[in-house]
């Protein structure tokens, strides 16, 4: 038998592989995708799972700032599904600056951002820190204002 009638029995788990086609199995299912995609998948999340057991085994104010969405995603308090249907709907240079944010290679200090010339955006910043009067950490208050301290040193 072929065709449409054997269609349900050919993808479900432990069925008997037919004789004349060749398939990759995964937990004894025929894979009809891209057994590459599939694989550095798997990859990733077994990479992810060993970056965050070396992560939980560090007390939680010595925790590097860069796992914080895979940790976030690992508690449930992210979903990584919309998160990525936003990071696809970011415009070019937006998407560039958000990386480069994210991996803390981008001048976005305050004082940096500040020292901009000829930038509206620039002026705001510094009526914003005349009026602070503050040099430290806008997020946690704690640490010096710099892109190490956001990276591996901010709880926030």
């Known amino acids: 038998m072929t065709g449409r009638e054997t269609e349900l029995e050919f993808h479900q788990s432990f069925s008997t592989p037919h004789a ?10 025929p894979m009809i995708t891209d057994p590459y995609k599939e694989v550095a998948q798997c990859a990733a999340s077994v990479l992810v799972q060993a ?19 895979m940790r976030l995603t690992a ?7 919309e998160t990525s249907k936003i990071w696809k709907t970011l415009p070019g240079p937006l998407h560039d600056t958000a990386v480069q944010s994210i991996l ?13 010339p000829h930038c509206l955006g620039a002026t705001f910043i510094c009526n914003i820190q005349k009026l602070t ?23 926030q």
């Open 75 to 81: 508690c449930g308090d992210v979903d990584t599904t």
């Open 51 to 69: 970056i965050l057991t070396q992560e939980y085994s560090i007390p939680p104010p010595l925790r590097k700032g860069c796992t914080r969405f």
């Open 104 to 116: 803390g290679r981008s001048g976005l200090t305050n004082q940096e951002l500040a020292s901009v």
């Open 133 to 155: 009067d503050t040099q430290g950490c806008p997020f946690c208050l704690k640490g010096p204002e710099s892109r190490y301290h956001w990276r591996h040193e901010c709880t």
């Open 20 to 29: 004349t086609s060749d398939y990759i199995t995964s937990g004894g299912a």
